[in-house]
């Protein structure tokens, strides 16, 4: 089995570092919101996941993009990673996002574009994953998975610019809010400095477990490989 | 006026707390599910290698 590289294991140090000092930053630096309490420091995390969603759909789409030039399937086992982060953020992101709006919206969900966007955007990569396993062959799934993802990919930008081009109640960070938007607030310098700090390790994150993610794919690939050997 | 009738910042910590929960639960059950499964795809590879070594 190959080892684990040393950058990698570097990397694992500096995200759990990054981290815990993200968590100190959200618990016990940034303010609370004067009106909409503690709840509103679930944001920065929210947020932070969500932006990790949409990095991890378009870094498939463009290994999608590159798997169908070159042929190679590593961008196939990239692309695939990358959707499963995405997913699995995504997921998160809804889910917070629907507990902070219990208390300021007195709702858990809502059919507001964004909301409804995001959920689009959600079940369309949970399909891209239940068609991929149901494929056996690996180039056909490979190529399959390559088009999808860069067709999927549409669901992103739509999602991201909902809040802003239809009538939402979803407040926007950067940017105007719509005038029905319930639960926005002008973030003060502390504020400002979590959050970004926020987005920063989430990325970091991201990249960590990609790279975690790509390494357990190669390894199926591998164990698929001989498996086909063992049945040709 | 009616901010001199606010009593600070709403009571929300039950949903703050929920919120982080669901957070680190979803990070930590992924983490989980990836080292279940390199674990098994291991084992699946080292059964698979002394097979092909037995076959050869």
Do not use: C
Request: glycine share 8%; net charge positive; aromatic share 14%.
């Amino acid at each position: 089995m190959d080892k684990k590289p040393g950058l990698l294991t570097i990397l694992d140090g500096v995200t759990i570092l990054l981290l815990l000092v993200a968590i100190g930053m959200v618990f016990f630096f940034a303010p609370v919101e004067a009106v909409m309490g503690l709840v509103q420091k679930v944001f920065y995390f929210h947020v932070a996941s969500a932006w990790v969603g949409m990095l991890g759909f378009l870094v498939a789409a463009v290994a999608g993009v590159v798997y169908l030039v070159k042929g190679d399937r590593k961008w196939d086992i990239l692309g695939l990673a990358a959707v499963e982060i995405g997913l699995a953020f995504t997921f998160i992101a809804t889910v917070t996002g629907s507990i902070w709006a219990r208390p300021i919206w007195n709702t858990w969900w809502t059919w507001d574009p964004r909301l409804t966007t995001t959920t689009i955007m959600l079940l369309i990569y949970a399909a891209y994953l239940m068609l991929r396993s149901g494929m056996e062959d690996p180039d056909r799934r490979a190529r399959f998975g390559a088009v999808y993802a860069i067709v999927g990919f549409l669901s992103v930008p739509l999602t991201f610019f909902s809040a802003r081009l239809f009538r939402t109640i979803h407040p926007v960070v950067i940017g105007t809010n719509q005038p029905g938007a319930q639960g926005g607030f002008d973030m003060t310098g502390d504020m400002l400095l979590v959050f970004f700090f926020s987005l920063f390790t989430f990325t970091i994150i991201f990249v960590d477990l990609l790279w975690h993610r790509a390494r357990l794919g190669a390894l199926q690939d591998k164990v698929e490989q001989l498996k086909l050997k063992f049945n040709a | 006026m009616f901010y001199l009738l606010q009593e600070g910042p709403a009571q929300t910590t039950s949903y703050f707390i929920a919120g982080y929960a669901v957070i680190f639960g979803v990070m930590a059950l992924y983490l989980v599910s990836l080292i279940v499964r390199r674990r098994n795809l291991t084992q699946d590879l080292e059964t698979l290698q002394e097979l092909e070594k037995s076959q050869s």
